[in-house]
């Protein structure tokens, strides 16, 4: 019985003997209480799904994915939180192409998850949105890490921002060999190149907050005293 199996079983809650249900699983992972405090949304949710993401990703099942990265400098749970924060500001959202949640999964990746562990998930509870995410991001760096790594050298990134970038480009990093290429374009037909997501990426590594991609006159946060906000258009020239 491989990985998956082993979680469709849990989640199905019907499982051999000696394997835990996915309740239970929550529960020895000391989720339920976590998820009390995240469903419904409450002050304080970032920081809890910033947890979430954690107990999640240390569990065992992730082990062979955490040494993995591990060899390449790359901490998986800080990582992950990392990618949720960059995706989406760690918000349970619904963008303009219809990604859904923390980690922005597309709807053709949540159906594909979904079909890999034989059932349906509640995208509206954290724990299970979050279990989805990183079941699926598991998935596709086991069988795409060659094709991960092949772009971070030819693109002249490192394996950290080649992870991010196949998060967006998905089988298309196989074909990119130029930064400038434009990854999708905006409702309000604003191009974004795989550059201005790389380099957003980076900022947000420097410390810079992102706010997500969206139209230039949205309302995106409140800045206090003595914070500053960088306009898109300083923040697309990349580090000075």
Do not use: C
């Not at 979680?7 to 000696?18: F, K, R, S, T, V």
């Not at 240390?58 to 939180?81: G, Q």
């Not at 089988?171 to 999708?184: E, M, Q, R, T």
Request: aromatic share 12%.
């Amino acid at each position: 019985m491989n990985w998956l199996q082993k979680l469709w079983w849990q989640i199905a809650g019907n499982q051999p003997e000696g394997l835990l249900s996915f309740p239970e699983w929550k529960q020895a992972r000391g989720l339920d209480s976590l998820e009390a405090e995240v469903e419904p949304i409450p002050v304080g949710y970032v920081d809890d799904f910033k947890g979430l993401i954690r107990q999640i990703a240390s569990s065992p099942e992730f082990d062979d994915l955490r040494a993995k990265l591990s060899e390449w400098n790359i901490v998986l749970e800080d990582f992950l939180v990392k990618l949720a924060e960059s995706e989406s500001g760690l918000k349970d959202m619904v963008n303009w192409a219809g990604a859904r949640g923390e980690f922005q999964m597309m709807p053709e990746s949540i159906k594909a998850v979904e079909e890999a562990l034989g059932t349906s998930l509640d995208w509206d509870n954290a724990t299970e949105r979050a279990f989805g995410s990183i079941v699926w991001f598991r998935m596709g760096v086991e069988s795409e890490f060659d094709t991960i790594a092949a772009a971070a050298k030819r693109l002249g990134v490192t394996l950290e921002e080649a992870l991010k970038l196949w998060w967006v480009a998905g089988g298309n990093l196989s074909k990119l060999y130029n930064l400038d290429a434009v990854a999708w374009t905006e409702p309000g037909g604003r191009k974004v190149t795989y550059m201005d997501i790389l380099n957003a990426w980076r900022g947000y590594s420097e410390g810079t907050p992102w706010t997500g991609w969206g139209a230039l006159d949205e309302p995106a946060g409140i800045v206090h005293k003595r914070e500053a906000v960088i306009p898109w258009k300083v923040l697309r020239k990349g580090p000075l």
